[in-house]
């Protein structure tokens, strides 16, 4: 039903902004500040602003601004005389969504109850964002997606599909991707200026642990629990007391 419903709303919302509105708020800050936007995070906002599907995606990486870039579509979005409101999953997450956007935002239950006190097509100029929506559970999606129908508000999934799973059943974020919500993706890391350590992100993303560790540090290879137990002893023992203390072993359990 969900996924009907993000179908069946299509191309049913006007555009927020033009595409040359947006295009020239983008120009005058790269043209003012030394750091610039990237590609990623200019198509997200394009996406944000010029979609007329009710509900769309920004799927992001770890480490593409993807909260920065949120924060460049909400001054915009205000401009235009739209409401925006976040929603996380975690407490935590409403903090930093918060604090880094400026986004007024506010965990699932207290948001969803908000959207119910509505009255049916209350809140046609208002956008919620849902940040970390990987952690969206199939229920929760359910119920949130209904509601911002019926209020006509309008929703932005924004998340990485392989990150942090619903603690409950079903995964909507991914699922409304493989259906074809309209999605933007955002693949230009920013967050690692260490060419090593962006590389180790990149193998990371794509599922190839041992490349990504072998890009930050040393792979030994031990044929044998016993062997790897003694080898890791001996490697600690060498280490001096500072090093010691600033050094963290993890072991699996099984």
């Known amino acids: 039903e969900s996924i009907a419903r993000?179908?069946?709303?299509?191309?049913?919302?006007?555009p927020i902004s033009s595409l040359t509105a947006v295009n020239a708020f983008q120009k005058k800050y790269n043209d003012t500040h030394e750091i610039k936007m990237t590609r990623s995070q200019q198509e997200g906002m394009k996406s944000?602003?010029?979609?007329?599907?009710?509900?769309?995606?920004?799927q992001g990486y770890a480490g593409v601004a993807k909260t920065t870039m949120l924060s460049w579509a909400k001054d915009l979005i205000e401009q235009e005389g739209f409401k925006v409101r976040g929603l996380t999953i975690a407490?935590?997450?409403?903090q930093e969504m918060t604090q880094k956007s400026g986004i007024k935002t506010d965990v699932f239950p207290l948001v969803l109850q908000e959207l119910k006190n509505a009255k049916n097509a209350q809140l046609k100029k208002t956008v919620y964002i849902l940040d970390e929506a990987s952690m969206l559970s199939s229920p929760q999606g359910h119920e949130l997606i209904k509601q911002i129908e019926r209020t006509q508000a309008r929703l932005i999934l924004v998340g990485d599909k392989a990150q942090l799973p619903s603690v409950n059943n079903g995964r909507i974020f991914g699922l409304a991707q493989e259906y074809d919500i309209h999605t933007t993706t955002m693949d230009e890391i920013v967050r690692q200026k260490n060419s090593k350590a962006l590389e180790a992100v990149k193998h990371a993303i794509k599922g190839e642990v041992k490349e990504a560790i072998e890009k930050l540090h040393h792979v030994e290879e031990k044929s044998s629990h016993t062997e790897r137990i003694d080898w890791i002893a001996k490697e600690w023992l060498s280490y001096s007391e500072d090093k010691r203390k600033n050094t963290l072993i993890f072991a699996a359990t099984h």
């Open 6 to 14: 993000i179908e069946n709303n299509k191309g049913m919302v006007a």
């Open 48 to 58: 944000i602003l010029t979609t007329k599907d009710r509900y769309i995606a920004i």
């Open 91 to 94: 407490s935590s997450a409403a």
